[in-house]
């Protein structure tokens, strides 16, 4: 199966389709739930459509089943769509959705984005509230531009949890190869 379709990056076009031509696949197993859904809403008001939605000559779905409720419920009566022109267009509705979800966060990364649009305001065009930015600050620990207030150290115990001749777990232990006696372990 490492048959390449004939379309080269030069020929990849986009048509203008009616949204009521469109069918959703019959095995489409992703599910798009509202608040999806008012994102996809949300992005195609600030945004316009960046991307066609992917479809068989006949105009089933292959790829954008979300956009396309999102548009209809705009009010929208046409898309972009490209035509897949491949051998395999199951395939690639399974490929599509997996190759997304093979994707990794880079939290810090994002945080950061983030927080820069949202100092020019512009955190709503990008899907987010500034309760989950607040979230993902916190979890990063993201510096924000308000002062960082250190807690005190706690005093330590006044009898001592560890003993001579304890034993921890603490999972793989390298020992050191200058240390000759056991208690210098």
């Given amino acids: 199966m490492t048959q390449m379709p004939n379309t080269s990056l030069s020929e990849l076009s986009t048509e203008l389709r009616s949204l009521d031509s469109l069918t959703p696949h019959p095995r489409n197993y992703r599910r798009h739930p509202e608040h999806q859904v ?11 459509q960046q991307k066609p939605v992917v479809i068989t000559p006949d105009g089933t779905i292959l790829a954008g089943h979300g956009l396309v409720e999102a548009a209809k419920a705009e009010g929208w009566t046409e898309i972009a769509c490209h035509v897949y022109d491949g051998p395999y267009p199951e395939a690639f509705l399974a490929i599509d959705n997996r190759a997304s979800d093979l994707a990794e966060d880079d939290d810090v990364a994002l945080a950061q984005l983030l927080k820069d649009l949202n100092a020019e305001q512009q955190l709503p065009a990008a899907g987010w509230s500034e309760e989950e930015l607040a979230e993902l600050l916190e979890s990063t620990k993201v510096e924000t531009n308000e002062e960082i207030v250190e807690d005190e150290p706690p005093e330590p115990p006044k009898v001592a949890v560890t003993r001579p001749g304890d034993i921890w777990l603490l999972g793989r232990v390298v020992q050191c190869p200058k240390c000759k006696r056991l208690t210098d372990v």
């Fill in 38 to 48: 008012e994102i996809l809403r949300e992005s195609l008001r600030v945004h316009g």
